[in-house]
């Protein structure tokens, strides 16, 4: 009688079917044939090597079922009430297993499965892994582009549908503990030893949504794409435009390179106000460890954005609050905009001496210690020879430098090595926001959108794989199983 080393789980169809397709595939090569198909091999082997990955992973699920009379999860006791068969979607494709369903004493209530408390299930269908895959993808692409990738590559093959709903059971977890599990992940981090600069953002992009608002600004109606999200578009005369918030904390060493940034983006919300109370807390964190930093405030020239960035509390003591270095500056892109329109609007639109008056004047603005109040003379000589509708758009310019005089130094700020533009926040607004959310045809419901903001945030902060720790972790909760010996504690840790 053969004696056989391979442990019992190993010995399934699978494995036997696996081990066949090897020998058939080799037969070519001995009988000189033809050649082979490698593409055709490397599919076959693939889907049996998924197929027995399935085998295994559903013997290892078996073992975190509970079959006891009696557990008890946060301190409620449950009683064994039926057992059933479940199929998990697991990244090698679905896997079922039998189970046992738990219920607390009383009418209408809800039944509870120790084997998914114990490994994690994500919202009753996802195992861990399955899971972190699923949301990566979603992070980046539709949900019908996500569906058709799995089924290229093979594996686990979700539905468009059931993608769509991953990110929303993932977020609802993540903004009920959002402040503790971010104050997780800056204690978590250092920061590079080199930095010099904490340079801070915030910006706005206006995003399609689906519900109206109080500063809703509905658009013309547009044809609904043929790849157009069902879940979370809405017909077209439904469309509503509000600004989403993004922010960024970034450090530069002291040669003004950038060596980190950290993203954060929500959804329209009044005042952006929790998109302040994440940036604020970045800074402090940051400037806790590091009180000797240089503090950039760096934005455009919208009040709103000043209204926070002036009284930015970094919640440091009054020494080193004093000893503590800080700028505030508009971009110098922004400033650069009002320019030449206020050029164009005096010398004619993409006229010659237009556009070479701009240059000489964004030259002096940028290089010169006293360009800012060369530019605004200059605009007030002009104003005056000026009448009508023009003057008013010229003393409107004049406004704006006069008003953002103060923080436009930038002669001072090269001169230090300080960022002048917010190119990072506006990148933050196109990768964050408008590369996701803002594809042909999509409309946003504010649970949905703010999902996959989560999502790409932690991603581009280089957070994923603690943020999923995170996450994972909290679907897990241990359970105490009743036995004729006493009571027995399952560590999901296991």
Known sequence: MPVSHIPDVLQTPALWRLAHCIRQHRQPWHQAEEVPDLERFEQELHDHVMALERDVLADELSRYDATADEVTVDGIAYHRSLESTETYLSAAGPVTVTRHLYRPAGRGTK????????????????????ARQGAFVMAHLTPREGAALFTELGGMAPSASTLDRLPKVLAARWEAKRDAWEEVLRTDETGPEEAAVLAVSLDGVMTPLTEEGPDAEPKPAEAKPVDAE???????????????????????????????????????????ATLCRQLEAECQSIL?????????????????????????????????LVRVAQVSMVDCYHAAAHLQQACDGI????????????????TLLKEDDQGSDTVIERLRYRARRMRGRKREQLEKA?????????????????????????????????????????????????????????????????????????????????????????????????
């Not at 469309?239 to 450090?251: D, H, K, N, P, W």
């Not at 760096?298 to 009054?318: K, M, V």
């Not at 010398?347 to 964004?362: D, I, M, P, T």
């Open 230 to 272: 069902p879940s979370t578009c809405a017909p077209a005369a439904s469309r509503y435009y509000r600004e989403a918030g993004c922010g960024t904390v970034t450090l530069y060493d002291a040669e003004g390179t950038r060596l980190s940034t950290v993203r954060y983006g929500r959804m329209p919300e009044y005042k952006k």
């Open 288 to 320: 806790a460890r590091r009180p000797d930093l240089k503090v950039v405030k760096l934005a455009d020239g919208a009040e709103e954005n000043w209204r926070f960035l002036d009284h930015l509390a970094l919640g440091l003591s009054a020494p080193d």
């Open 398 to 494: 004049l406004t704006y430098f006069r008003n953002q005089r103060s923080r436009m130094r930038y002669a001072q700020y090269q001169q230090e090595n300080l960022p002048i533009g917010s190119g990072v926040v506006e990148a933050a607004c196109k990768t964050l926001v408008t590369q996701r959310l803002k594809r042909a045809g999509m409309r946003w419901r504010m649970e949905g959108g703010q999902a996959i903001l989560t999502l790409r945030g932690v991603m581009q902060s280089a957070r994923w794989q603690r943020a999923w720790s995170l996450l994972r972790d909290d679907f897990r909760k241990p359970v105490c199983m009743f036995t004729a010996d006493g009571p027995e504690v399952l560590d999901p840790a296991a």
């Open 111 to 130: 039944s509870i499965c120790p084997l998914e408390l114990r490994a994690g299930i994500v919202g009753g269908l996802w195992t861990p892994s399955a």
């Open 347 to 362: 010398w004619g639109a993409g006229s010659v001496h237009s556009q070479a008056e701009f240059a000489r004047l964004r």
